[in-house]
């Protein structure tokens, strides 16, 4: 039997779907398709990290239960990010309709949702029985919340044995400041990632997003793949435990190697260099200003052939021949030069005009892109159907960012938005756990769902 | 190829798993470097000339050559390396992904139809290959054989956009280390496991079309959400959040002149609470401690005059201090860490993060670990990349 083909023995439980009500019939679940189907995830994830890293499970056909608090709404439930209401996210409604939040629909889209309380004894008893039907429990709570529910490894291998646990933090679950707190922000600056970011002798620009909170997802998602193809292969279940700063560090490239192999600081004036490179030796490099309000467009250029293609497209093949632009190396030396004559030519065209004019004769660049570009007029990204659009209850039509990888094989199975807070309890307490309805409706009425 | 003795307990799931890697620019080199460390067996096939990647610096011991490129050390730690001329090579080429799981490959269309590569005729082929693309826009589309590079794949993508300096005179500051490609090899090896555990469903493999460009564009946080929803654009600001308007600074410098990242949410009382009773416990909350700021208004109304209190608390004090003070109070306060610094991290120290990596005559240096961590197996030593057609005479019978 080759190796990967499907132990007989996968234990994945049977995952019932019968005619549980919902006000709208489109939103009942249903068998999932793609590569994950049949897997069951108790989720215990929220905020940004554990969202994102298991969205990719449920948009390729795990059944991914997110389990909610209604005493501690989700904080993307909680963000302004509105249709008609444009606020930054510090500016929340005080009591926000959990159902309205744009960025937990982004984010949760393709789960099954249900709220316990785990303060009531029941609802950590709900919570077992979850995890025993499940194969798969992630969280990303900060250290300890999981173990005052009794939910460590050894007890989740009893309720479920095989099981993957997925663990993702800030500093991970050992070392002295494993109880140190962080999001995507704090994670990029203890990293590093935020220090080798700017323009030299002044303050780190850094990153002007979370993008940490995406790159640990995608390590996450990453991580549960793996440990699901290992109990494929072995039955053997396993604990995750990643850390975000590692996973910052293991990205800051050559600079880190600079440090540890050369012992080069890069505590150093002329670091870092902006969009300029240090290596290799790339000029013109840089972002130019374009007509238009606070437009810029990106160009690179990185040898002989490019900069003589480069300099035909802007109508000036007489810099080819200039002495001071003679070599590459020659112009890394003139680049303040090159800048000023290639900015005065930007700045009377749109970025898009100069893109298409550099691409159309083999040189790189692209407009500095906003959201409106992407999602407006990319053509590419039309083309390759990165967004899509579902209907939700509350917020109506709404788009989301897609998975950035096409398969020949297979396609997301995007068959619900997110969900409401607690819409798939009776779903998932009937069907999964085996309750009444009956016993459903008192668990709501007390408060333990 | 993988074969069932490969898979075992206590054993890294990619042990046996073999990958052909050609063609790759440094998402693709990434994304090979990952499967590598991982206990994957990764061919890492070269011109003549080399990996492109060696020709760049900086340099092991600042001696420039074809094996002393720190770019290369970074991206190809733990492969083997084949010298292959191509397109006279393919056909030995080819001998080589008959024998593997995964080909990844970075070519996109044009210079795949110059060298007469079809994936379609490939996997046909070999039914049981999985062809991992890792390219700047995909296989398809209008912009599929548009040239990118690092910068320019930021700029098309979004990030760039929300990155840089409050005063916007200043153009958008691209984030160091190469980010663009590995978001790009993130996304990357995440397709790939989706057609692994495919494969084991169908014992058929399949083409994987990985665009960087498609990476970027929905690795923007909340640049998209905000344009879906209340359709407005982000501004960038210093080091912290793009946001629909300008925000209060987040970056303080100490004492030492080093930073530390630090945002008041305002409307989280906890936090605040933390932070009078950490400023008063110094001396320095003046009339912070007055009731009237238990009100968030009142705290809104005078934002500035509290930012300025801790402005004056982080000059007092050095950045390591401030960082370990706050966070043992419970503040999310991050340090600003170099590079360096962290070499010497205790957390780290005591996790075994950094692993040294004999690169031979340079000696021991020190790596970050690849930082997936399992309990149920451990993952294999790093290994130093390869010399430059290293493993030619092992992969490849003469002809």
């Known amino acids: 039997m080759p190796a990967d083909t499907p132990l007989p023995d996968t234990p994945y439980p049977d995952t019932p779907y019968p005619d549980t009500p919902y006000p709208d019939p489109a939103r009942r679940p249903r068998p999932r398709t793609g590569p994950l189907a049949g897997i069951r995830v108790a989720d215990f994830c929220w905020m940004g990290v554990g969202a994102v890293a298991t969205r990719l499970l449920a948009d390729f056909g795990a059944d991914v239960i997110k389990i909610e608090n209604r005493a501690r709404l989700d904080m993307p439930r909680r963000l302004p990010i509105y249709k008609g209401d444009p606020r930054s996210y510090g500016d929340e409604d005080p009591n926000p309709d959990p159902n309205k939040g744009g960025l937990f629909n982004n984010y949760n889209r393709n789960k099954l949702g249900i709220t316990l309380n785990m303060r009531d004894p029941r609802g950590r008893e709900l919570a077992d029985a979850l995890i025993a039907a499940s194969s798969v429990v992630s969280?990303?709570?900060?250290?300890?919340?999981?173990?005052?529910?009794?939910?460590?490894?050894?007890?989740?291998?009893?309720?479920?044995?095989?099981?993957?646990?997925?663990?993702?933090?800030?500093?991970?679950?050992?070392?002295?400041?494993?109880?140190?707190?962080?999001?995507?922000?704090?994670?990029?600056a203890v990293s590093g990632l935020s220090f080798i970011s700017g323009l030299p002798g002044r303050e780190p620009s850094g990153w002007g997003l979370s993008y940490m909170d995406n790159q640990a997802a995608y390590y996450n998602s990453a991580a549960l793949l793996m440990a699901i193809l290992h109990r494929e292969q072995t039955g053997e279940g396993t604990e995750i435990d990643m850390a975000a700063v590692e996973i910052g560090i293991s990205m800051l490239g050559p600079d880190l190697l600079d440090a540890s192999a050369n012992s080069r600081p890069t505590r150093r004036p002329d670091f870092p260099t902006g969009n300029r490179l240090q290596y290799p030796h790339a000029a013109p490099h840089g972002v130019y200003p374009c007509a238009g309000d606070d437009r810029w467009v990106a160009i690179a250029v990185f040898d002989d052939d490019e900069w003589d293609r480069m300099c035909k497209a802007v109508g000036q093949p007489e810099w080819a021949d200039e002495e001071r632009f003679a070599s590459q190396a020659a112009r890394f030396a003139a680049q303040d030069e090159l800048d000023a004559l290639l900015g005065a030519w930007t700045r009377e065209r749109t970025p898009h005009e100069v893109m298409r004019l550099l691409q159309a004769a083999g040189v790189r660049a692209s407009a500095v892109q906003n959201a409106e570009d992407l999602n407006e007029h990319d053509p590419q990204l039309a083309e390759r159907g990165v967004f899509f659009e579902m209907d939700h209850p509350v917020i109506g039509t709404a788009r989301f960012e897609g998975q950035a990888v096409l398969f020949s094989g297979f396609?997301?199975?995007?068959?619900?938005?997110?969900?409401?807070?607690?819409?798939?309890?009776?779903?998932?307490?009937?069907?999964?756990?085996?309750?009444?309805?009956?016993e459903v409706a008192d668990l709501a009425a007390e408060g333990v769902i | 190829?993988?074969?069932?003795?490969?898979?075992?307990?206590?054993?890294?799931?990619?042990?046996?798993?073999?990958?052909?890697?050609?063609?790759?620019?440094?998402?693709?080199?990434?994304?090979g470097k990952l499967l590598a460390d991982l206990g994957a067996t990764v061919i890492k096939v070269e011109p003549p000339g080399g990996s492109p990647t060696r020709a760049c610096g900086p340099w092991l011991g600042d001696v420039e050559g074809s094996e002393t490129s720190l770019a290369f050390a970074t991206y190809n730690t733990s492969k083997q390396s084949v010298v292959l001329d191509l397109p006279a090579g393919l056909p030995r080429l080819e001998e080589l992904v008959a024998d593997a799981d995964v080909l990844l490959c970075g070519l996109q269309p044009a210079a795949l139809a110059?060298?007469?590569?079809?994936?379609?005729?490939?996997?046909?082929?070999?039914?049981?290959?999985?062809?991992l693309s890792v390219t700047p826009f995909g296989l398809t589309g209008p912009w599929a054989d548009y040239l990118s590079s690092d910068l320019v794949a930021l700029a098309a993508g979004g990030p760039l956009a929300s990155c840089g300096y409050d005063d916007h005179t200043i153009p958008p500051i691209r984030p160091?280390?190469?980010?663009?490609?590995?978001?790009?090899?993130?996304?990357?090896?995440?397709?790939?496991?989706?057609?692994?555990?495919?494969?084991?469903r169908t014992g058929r493999g399949q083409i994987v079309d990985v665009s960087m460009h498609d990476a970027l564009a929905v690795t923007g946080e909340l640049a998209n959400p905000y344009w879906f929803y209340p359709r407005v654009l982000l501004e960038r600001q210093t080091c912290r959040h793009a946001q629909p308007e300008p925000t209060q600074p987040a970056l303080f410098q100490c004492a030492d002149g080093n930073y530390i990242y630090f945002a008041l949410v305002l409307a989280d009382q906890k936090p605040w609470q933390q932070l009078v009773a950490w400023l008063d416990s110094a001396g320095v909350a003046l009339d912070l401690t007055d009731p009237a700021y238990g009100s968030l208004p009142h705290r809104q109304e005078n934002f500035a005059h509290i930012q300025d209190l801790i402005e004056v608390f982080c000059l007092l004090h050095d950045a390591d201090w401030m960082y370990h003070e706050g966070q043992a109070r419970g503040l999310p306060i991050g340090i600003?860490?170099?590079?360096?610094?962290?070499?010497?991290?205790?957390?780290?120290?005591?996790?075994?993060?950094?692993?040294?990596?004999?690169?031979?005559?340079?000696?021991?240096?020190?790596?970050?670990?690849?930082?997936?961590?399992?309990?149920?197996?451990?993952?294999?030593?790093?290994?130093?990349?390869?010399?430059?057609?290293?493993?030619?005479?092992?992969?490849?019978?003469e002809p």
């Open chain 1, 411 to 438: 396609t997301p199975d995007l068959w619900r938005s997110a969900p409401l807070l607690g819409e798939d309890n009776e779903h998932v307490l009937t069907t999964v756990l085996g309750l009444s309805r009956d």
């Open chain 2, 1 to 31: 190829m993988w074969r069932e003795a490969d898979a075992a307990p206590g054993r890294t799931p990619y042990n046996g798993l073999v990958v052909v890697e050609v063609g790759t620019d440094l998402d693709g080199e990434q994304t």
């Open chain 1, 139 to 188: 969280e990303n709570f900060a250290l300890g919340v999981m173990e005052r529910w009794g939910l460590t490894y050894e007890r989740l291998q009893e309720l479920c044995p095989g099981v993957i646990y997925a663990r993702m933090s800030g500093f991970g679950h050992s070392g002295p400041y494993a109880r140190y707190r962080s999001y995507g922000p704090v994670v990029q």
């Open chain 2, 114 to 131: 110059r060298l007469g590569l079809s994936y379609g005729e490939l996997v046909a082929r070999h039914p049981r290959l999985v062809v």
């Open chain 2, 176 to 200: 160091g280390g190469n980010q663009g490609f590995q978001t790009s090899a993130s996304h990357a090896h995440n397709g790939l496991l989706l057609a692994l555990l495919q494969r084991r």
């Open chain 2, 336 to 397: 600003v860490s170099a590079p360096e610094d962290l070499l010497a991290d205790a957390h780290l120290r005591a996790r075994g993060y950094f692993v040294g990596v004999d690169l031979g005559e340079a000696g021991t240096v020190e790596y970050p670990s690849t930082p997936f961590r399992f309990g149920a197996f451990p993952v294999p030593p790093m290994r130093r990349p390869p010399r430059l057609g290293e493993h030619t005479a092992a992969r490849l019978q």
